[in-house]
């Protein structure tokens, strides 16, 4: 299995998971053409499209995935409060009192968790298959509030660097109002740190750090935070970064 990082910012957000016979799209914050592109034009073998919440830089793609013909799955929160126009509609992600059903998208299966956003019903994935094993997907929250067993993959956000964000407000270069949004919103480089410490990572092949602030974080002294935290290989999530994700180092 081959993870290709399509768009990890405020500009737009898509992750594929993908090898020869299907592919997961994860999030729908970019142009199609480029999923498109990035699996050579065979969208056929894309079982389905997953989206954490409903702001545009992760959904406001959703209608020409769903025009592709993709199954689309959300919370209802999400789907009320996306722009959806096409005549296909999105698969709910349904919830009981334990929480939401487990959900299987060709030979993936997925566990919805909710999370801290400033949005309708914004949820994480934990993300099991038989190649890569299981995948913690984590974005747009300011803390994580759940642990995760038999984690062999991890895209975690690594937002802000507190630090910078509060000279940015000093310096006149954010305002304060955007400095809480971003603290009420999006996981810090420390609350990251805490919430990987607070998972077993001992089969953990690779951490990605995904939605990096282009003006409050450091993506270079993340990575090398993270690296001496876990000792686990740690990439930086960039369109075109395309790595092997698989439940084995080799």
Sequence with gaps: MVLS?????SSGNAYVLHNAGEALLIEAGINFKKVVA?????????????????????????NEVLNAVIPVYATRGTIEAAKVTSEWKPRELTRTEQGYKVQTIGRFKVIPFAT???????????????????????TDTYYLPNTFKGL?????????DPEILDRNVEEGRLIPTLRERVRESHLSIDTCLDALKANDLKAVNNIVLIHLSSGNGDPVAFKDRVY???????????????????KTPF
């Design 38 to 62: 990035a699996l050579e034009g065979d969208i056929s073998k894309v079982v389905g499209c997953l989206i954490t919440h409903e702001h545009g830089d992760h959904a406001g793609r959703i």
């Design 228 to 246: 001496r935290a876990t000792g686990k290989r740690v990439h930086i999530a960039r369109p075109g970064l395309s790595i092997n994700f698989n």
């Design 5 to 9: 990082v399509l768009g990890s910012s």
């Design 152 to 160: 062999n993959n991890v895209l975690i956000e690594c937002n802000y």
């Design 116 to 138: 801290k956003h400033d949005s309708a019903e914004p949820v994480g994935f934990y993300i099991w298959h038989p190649e890569t094993g299981g995948i913690l997907f984590a």
